[in-house]
């Protein structure tokens, strides 16, 4: 159906007729539910978005591009606070392991040309 009212013919125009209007039915809009139905609309409406991982890889990018643009050190600072907050979740030995894995890596493919 087209968002748009129906046209009126010719003759009913010359017959004195009122214009119908639109002809589609409406639900229900966002003001008529409740919290928890907008809340679980957004849900769904987000998870047939993300989806789409091409999609939410460009978003991620454009956003970070837009932070870091408006203040260079905030990268820096997201960057502090999720080190810390691996280091209080997972201990010391975390970056660590992390490091070793790494050096493991470089070393196989290094063996491996």
Do not use: C
């Amino acid at each position: 159906m087209s968002k748009f009212p129906r046209l009126m013919t010719t003759a009913e125009q010359l017959s004195g007729k009122q214009n119908p209007g639109p002809t589609w039915k409406r639900g229900p809009g966002a003001h008529h539910k409740t919290p928890e139905q907008r809340v679980d609309a957004a849900r769904k409406g987000g998870l047939t978005v993300s989806r789409n991982k091409a999609h939410m890889a460009t978003i991620g990018r454009k956003g970070a591009l837009a932070a870091a643009s408006r203040d260079p050190g905030h990268m820096k600072r997201i960057s502090v606070l999720g080190q810390a907050a691996l280091l209080a979740k997972y201990g010391p030995d975390y970056f660590r392991e992390l490091s070793r894995k790494a050096r493991e890596a470089r070393e196989k493919r290094k063996a491996q040309s």
